[in-house]
């Protein structure tokens, strides 16, 4: 019985496939030709989206990061600026930022596009290109909010993070990435290598983070009277672990997904994107227990996300096996980077600064150092645009952030007072705690 009802419903599709073709226009090479591009087009537009739900996805990565690095009197105080950076970001970035980043050159950033208007015309790919640099504006802000945990004001950090997104990230990204769509940035003419954002998303973050470090100060009891660092464990290390798988399935949406095509890279890419973080968990866990005798867990997850930052910039251009190199460098630098600030008397509780800022300038020459070509199978190195591309971008990131921390002080004051952060910005910021069953703990 069912095959007669298969055959019958077969000998119906051919009859009216018949009929449609006989109906239908003939078929040319140009109507074949304006189908594949069509196609080609839809699919480009569906994985571009697709990467970018994957990279705003990232935005719980980070949350549950720094919610599990730092202390349980804080945890809602974390959830809400991570969800706010966001929500302020995208309005700011579609305002301002992209117009800033993508709109026709001055020379040093966009003039036009604000409110995503006045281009010659908003189409479809406008719209999904905006969607996706949106989620990579939103990750450079969010790396801030890690830095300054458990002591900075509330209001002053939305303040920051409204700025980063509408003017300090995008006039940045427009030397580097501006021609990717009306602009021109002075960065790419010089050769600038940065395929997915080392050094325009992660170290314009690192060195925002670094400024607000310095602006705000250490966390009451992180260093002793004779200036050494004290531990001030995270009350969660399996969110943390969370926050760490959900970034590095993100990451494959904000490497891969930078190519913005449906196209034969995406491989190359997603194995590089694979290589670093594992070659980086594996050099800081060894190279931690080489120093303390024990497996730590924090500065292992640290090694992942130090990988996936540097492998960032050239996650296109280099090679497996040199992804693997890049990779085990970063696991070593976060591990150096995390005591060399503890030892100058900065106090980043998640690493942010390391992770980010330093790994972003390594990923960032690395891109240069080991930049393949894949035609002739030779390196071709690029050094200097590299260079100049890591010091343009600490100037310009540090020295405005750290200006815009300085006058937001002047109005707001950027940390908290000691009462409010010996009890828990939890309470006195949001009214609630996120674990109203315990007792809030004390660092005096």
Known sequence: MLKKILLALSIMGIAVFAFADEAAEPVTLESLDAAVKATQANADWLW???????VFFMQLGFAMVEIGFTRAKNAVNI?????MDFAFGSIAFWAIGFALMFGTSNGLFGTEGFFLNNWDMVDNWTICFWMFQTVFCATAATIVSGAIAERANFNAYLIFTFIMSAVIYPVFGSWAWGSLFHGQGWLENLGFIDFAGSTVVHSIGGWAALAGVLVIGPRIGKFTKDGKARAIP?????????????????WYGFNVGSETAADTSLPLIAVNTTLAPAAGVIVALFFTYFFYKKYD???????ALAGLVGITAGCANVTPGFSLIIGAVAGLLVVLSVQFFDKIKIDDPVGAISVHGVNGAWGTLAAGLFNYNFETHALEPVIIPQLIGIAAAFVWSFGASFILFKLINIFVKVRVPEQVELEGLDFHEHGIDAYPEYSKSYIK
Request: net charge positive.
């Open 48 to 54: 571009t989206l697709i990467a970018a739900f994957m």
């Open 297 to 303: 867990a924090g500065m292992a997850l640290n090694g």
């Open 79 to 83: 959830i809400m600026k991570n969800l």
């Open 234 to 250: 995270g009350h969660n290390i399996p969110f943390a672990t969370i926050g760490v798988f959900i970034l590095w399935f993100g």
